[in-house]
């Protein structure tokens, strides 16, 4: 097996880990025994990532900024064997959610987890979350410096933050080191996008206060430029004022995004900048030995530049139509030539997004071993991605993904939905999702009419709580709940791209059920009929606006 | 014809405290992961009766709470809400198996 390109747990990590499964099985035991209330135990279940859902206990596992090895995914289909019903669901978070865990063996399952380094910790509750990356990382074209190093320099200053642990509400972290944003940035509490200034100095544009859920907001920009060595003592400048002027009266209320947009970003700035320059200079400041020694463990694996035209490619893209398109969806561009970044989707026709069994976790880790340096990363579109493919593997990669039922050429398609769990697993779903998001992709299951409707993102959300990012789909929908019936609303017009960033407007009357493909058949025939050159959906629906989507929908349904 | 249009008949729900699932409160005040054995509760009195049973007999299982429910002409019950549906029956969709290398 290759070695990792990525951080490997040292001592201490692997002792805090240890000593909170001791700890959590303890809290168990006496939970079970009847020693502690659920009042008492709730919280201590959910510190450790275990929700109570609808049926049953679901571990929502952390995968530290969507990279895993391949041992470790082993891992994770064995736990999901062993311990679950034997598949998983890959969330809009880049982690991993078990959703038939029982609160007897729990404490099992996440000792297991330790074993390869990993753990469920700060996954739930009012603290920082696992901090999430571009899934490209590493091995994007385009990117200016990897992410996932300062990601780890995050993790393990907030991992148990005394000060952040009661914090008015969630607080989630997204960091991309490209220009474009495949990590979303711009609606989560804290974005970072690193970027070069015209000294060519690279560091971070601080972007706060975005964010969806109940009140979605677009985040704004706290500070242009930030040395890379300040950022730790800059994020907890920010967390500070957040912790002391977030609002804890109301839950509705309680996110940064609702702190800056009450006080303003100029105030949000002065107060941040005011503590910030007190502490700046102290422990936080990073030394250079210190992110060197991080961002040795992220060094790329060493490959060598090879043939970007392979004739066994060229050939198998003539006789297979499907290759072909796949080609075009669901491979990017790698930094080094002669390889590429291949994305598994796992959204074949008619399946749960996101959802994959043990056994092709497994075959998922098998492809990675032999093709890509023994890595896989989790996307928060709910795909797997192999970072490191030699372009001459390309056709051995796509068979053995045929196999798996992965090989769907759709990657930014219309059946490449993104869709939260909702009120088939959800305590707080009021509709569906996962259903709704079935009977679309089985309506436009056709490859080559996907690829002539081009990148179309649809994304639903059970809830207003919006985990399927509904508010920045092309086409969001929101399942809501009217006495009894679930109904769902459409918007148009969300983006999360670098620069175009946009929440959705909602067309109008929430539509019933079996009313949804309909209308998303609709909404895509009125852009095919007005569509000029080179323009996707969402840029047509900019240009001509909500009215003819409008008129053709609610005359449909 | 189902009858309890007006919400009057309930049984009293909770999860398991062991293993999560959803559980219904009996005639003989035990715990089972059947809805047709589950105590009906036919008027307001006899489901505050209910759930006070069943918050009486919570130990080993998570917050009981009423559920409505209609019955049938056979006898058969069936939760009114749809949450309280998918509760009571599981998932809405097949869901893959372990060993599946293909969602079918």
Partial sequence: MPDTHFYRYDDYDRALVAERVEQFRDQVQRRLAGELTEEQFKPLRLTNGLYLQLHAYMLRIAIPYGTLSTRQLRHLAAIARKYDRGYGHFTTRQNLQLNWIKLEQAPDAIAMLAEVDMHAIQTSGNVIRNVTADHFAGAAADEIEDPRVWCEIIRQWSTLHPEFSFLPRKFKIAITGSPNDRAAVRVHDIGLRLWANEAGEVGFEVIVGGGLGRTPMIGKTLREFLPKDELLAYLEATLRVYNRYGRRDNIYKARIKILVHEIGVEKMRAEVEAEYAATKDGALKLAPETIEAIARQFAPPPLRPKRTKVPEVEALKLENRAFALWLKSNVAPHRVPGHAIVTASLKPAGAPPGDASAAQMEGVADIADAFSQGEVRVSHEQNLVFPHVAVESLPEVYRALERLGFAEANIGKITDIIACPGLDYCALANARSIPVAQRISNHFAELSRQHDIGDLKIKISGCINACGHHHVGHIGILGVDKNGVELYQLSLGGDVDFGRTALGTILGPAVEADKVVEAVDALVATYLEARQAGERFVDTYRRIGAAPFKERVYGAV | ?104
Avoid: C
């Fill in chain 2, 1 to 104: 014809m189902a009858k309890n249009l007006s919400g009057e008949l309930h049984v009293a729900s909770a999860n398991r405290l062991g293993d999560g699932l959803v559980v219904f409160l009996d005639d003989a005040g035990q715990w089972t992961t059947r809805l047709d054995r589950a105590a009906l509760a036919r008027d307001e009195r006899a489901a505050e009766i209910l759930l006070q049973r069943a918050q009486a007999e919570a130990f080993g299982v998570v917050d009981p709470f009423l559920v409505a429910v209609t019955e049938s002409e056979d006898g058969t019950l069936e939760p009114l809400s749809l949450r309280e549906k998918i509760r009571a029956s599981g998932l809405t969709f097949a869901a893959i198996a372990g060993e599946a290398v293909r969602y079918a």
